[in-house]
DNA sequence: CGTGGGGTTGATACAGTTCAAGATACGTGG
DNA sequence: CCACGTATCTTGAACTGTATCAACCCCACG
């Protein structure tokens, strides 16, 4: 890894308080390394070689069974992935691949645990990121029980207002396959659900989306400080 | 907290290693404290104020949104709740009540940073805890999202069965709508998924269930070890 | 012996999936 | 720059899964 790279990952919230040694231990071992889109990161059942980093571009979580697939999540950066499994050394959960095109910080799983026991301070920062990680899920598992196919559609909407500039558009970065999966549904289910919100200030102009009565739609889809964000 | 019951505490895994001063520390500030059944112990929205772990009897941890509520998971010994947001003292993202007479040991959650930053052993300790906490919700959003209700009851059938001592009887403990909620489906789906499993060798024989051809049952639930255990 | 809560059953309605066909957009090569 | 072929997305119709509402049953308990 070049001194620009390292310097970029040591101010990464993971690394911030870690001893320089320790961090020189960690970053020695890894990889910053670029990935075109659809490449296969992690594979669910195997045991974790590393600890990734997104760093740039997105990454898809998904999981497989009985021929069906579904999309637990779509990381942007700066996201961990896996830490529970690199902790715990036991099998991946779910599969991972990028999106977009990507790179992803690679820290070889041992040398994670092998800090992990001796630096208290990156031991903090691995559980901080676990707890993040841990209450996204949390907040997914309420979406999906909680809420119909429609209403996860439109508080994602709200979301991604919020995220992409509180300016009333939402431009769809990831194919609506992907995003249906995310959702919890079934792309023809996607076309149908937007087409329902058109009833709420919704509508389509071109490649991207219009929220034009964001009230209307905030009525009807309930945003849940303790399911969304 | 008396001595024996101290001494139990000392033996749970997340305090076995901690150093004796600090495991002080964190005897002295807590409670065990026995409830009856539909205590509510933490409700969502709310900071934590304690560490909670199931000492004895069952804990159901549930949510609710829009006037609908869904029971998230059944907690039995020794399961410790809401790690995340004590670490991260930020609202709780469910609540949690007695289902069963319940011994439940409330750790103040100030204490539970303040040895967290200062003890290896205990960090370690909690981070395992998180991590084993976090793979379980993971797993729970797997089953809702690649199963149907049905497929999801015969593998909690398969589980309660393996977890009840392998003798092909399952003993109902918890009732039939907690059950159900937690499972993903109404009490009325609930009974016609047991009539439907009777095809795959499941009965009824009076307060509990028998599991007559465990092979069937299999091969209807195509238990995958990615998402069930 | 009634009363009530939990459980079951039936009828119906709604949500969501599936399959098939059509529309639209997009990149490629002529 | 247009024509074509392929991807992706949309629409429609039929079907399956699940929820809802209402009636009924059953047993425990006063």
């Given at each position: 890894?070049?001194?620009?790279?390292?310097?970029?990952?040591?101010?990464?919230?993971?690394?911030?308080?870690?001893?320089?040694?320790?961090?020189?231990?960690?970053?020695?071992?890894?990889?910053?390394?670029?990935?075109?889109?659809?490449?296969?990161?992690?594979?669910?059942?195997?045991?974790?070689?590393?600890?990734?980093?997104?760093?740039?571009?997105?990454?898809?979580?998904?999981?497989?069974?009985?021929?069906?697939?579904?999309?637990?999540?779509?990381?942007?950066?700066?996201?961990?992935?896996?830490?529970?499994?690199v902790i715990r050394d036991e099998v991946?959960?779910?599969?991972?691949?990028?999106?977009?095109?990507?790179?992803?910080?690679?820290?070889?799983?041992?040398?994670?645990?092998?800090?992990?026991?001796?630096?208290?301070?990156?031991?903090?920062?691995?559980?901080?990121?676990?707890?993040?990680?841990?209450?996204?899920?949390?907040?997914?598992?309420?979406?999906?029980?909680?809420?119909?196919?429609?209403?996860?559609?439109?508080?994602?909407?709200l979301q991604e207002e919020a995220r992409?500039?509180?300016?009333?558009?939402?431009?769809?970065?990831?194919?609506?396959?992907?995003?249906?999966?995310?959702?919890?549904?079934?792309?023809?289910?996607?076309?149908?659900?937007?087409?329902?919100?058109?009833?709420?200030?919704?509508?389509?102009?071109?490649?991207?989306?219009?929220?034009?009565?964001?009230d209307s739609l905030r009525k009807f889809?309930?945003?849940?400080?303790?399911?969304?964000?």
């Amino acid at each position: 890894m070049r001194q620009a790279e390292s310097d970029l990952v040591r101010t990464l919230p993971l690394f911030k308080d870690v001893n320089e040694k320790h961090f020189y231990e960690l970053i020695s071992a890894a990889f910053l390394q670029r990935f075109p889109p659809g490449v296969t990161l992690i594979r669910e059942g195997n045991l974790p070689d590393f600890l990734h980093i997104v760093v740039e571009g997105k990454v898809e979580l998904f999981a497989s069974h009985d021929s069906h697939e579904t999309v637990l999540d779509i990381l942007e950066p700066l996201t961990t992935f896996i830490p529970a499994a690199v902790i715990r050394d036991e099998v991946c959960l779910k599969s991972a691949r990028t999106l977009a095109a990507a790179q992803i910080l690679l820290i070889p799983a041992p040398a994670v645990r092998d800090v992990f026991d001796r630096d208290a301070a990156f031991a903090r920062a691995l559980v901080n990121e676990l707890a993040v990680r841990y209450r996204c899920v949390e907040r997914s598992l309420k979406n999906e029980k909680l809420r119909n196919s429609t209403e996860r559609l439109a508080n994602w909407l709200l979301q991604e207002e919020a995220r992409q500039g509180n300016n009333r558009r939402v431009a769809l970065d990831i194919d609506k396959r992907t995003l249906a999966s995310r959702l919890g549904m079934t792309p023809e289910n996607l076309s149908r659900n937007l087409a329902q919100l058109s009833k709420h200030g919704v509508s389509k102009s071109g490649a991207d989306l219009a929220i034009n009565d964001i009230d209307s739609l905030r009525k009807f889809a309930k945003p849940n400080s303790l399911i969304d964000q």
